[in-house]
Nanobody, 123 residues
Framework: QVQLVESGGGVVQAGGSLRVSCAASGLTFSVYAMCWFRQSPGKERDFVATISTNGHSTYYSDSVKGRFTISRDNAKDTLYLQMNSLKPEDTAVYYC????????????????WGQGTQVTVSS
């Protein structure tokens, strides 16, 4: 019933920008904290950014702070990640995740996950 669907990934040149989206269904989106994680081949999944239920509180990993912006539109049940000044090390599969209540950086606290969207940044 609950479904999170990421979209917007692709191949971009270093220094470029990309916006990925996560469309949610089957849950009361406005009461769920949301998060973006990413994973590269052979590596563990890493936290990227999280946002509170009303969108007023955000937190970013040090590696993306100042370059990425997480946002949400509760009227559209959609989560966004605007990625600017992209670097080759940003290359990964990007996943959105949802949990009830307060936002968190801990992936184990998120109950629902999308299938991921591939972002590749070339030099």
């Amino acid at each position: 019933q609950v479904q999170l669907v990421e979209s917007g990934g692709g191949v971009v040149q270093a220094g470029g920008s990309l916006r990925v989206s996560c469309a949610a269904s089957g849950l009361t989106f406005s009461v769920y904290a949301m998060c973006w994680f990413r994973q590269s081949p052979g590596k563990e999944r890493d936290f990227v950014a999280t946002i509170s239920t009303n969108g007023h509180s955000t937190y970013y990993s040090d590696s993306v702070k100042g370059r990425f912006t997480i946002s949400r539109d509760n009227a559209k049940d959609t989560l966004y990640l605007q990625m600017n000044s992209l670097k080759p090390e940003d290359t990964a599969v990007y996943y959105c995740a949802a949990k009830s209540g307060l936002n968190s950086m801990r992936d184990l606290e998120y109950a629902y996950w999308g299938q991921g969207t591939q972002v590749t940044v070339s030099s």
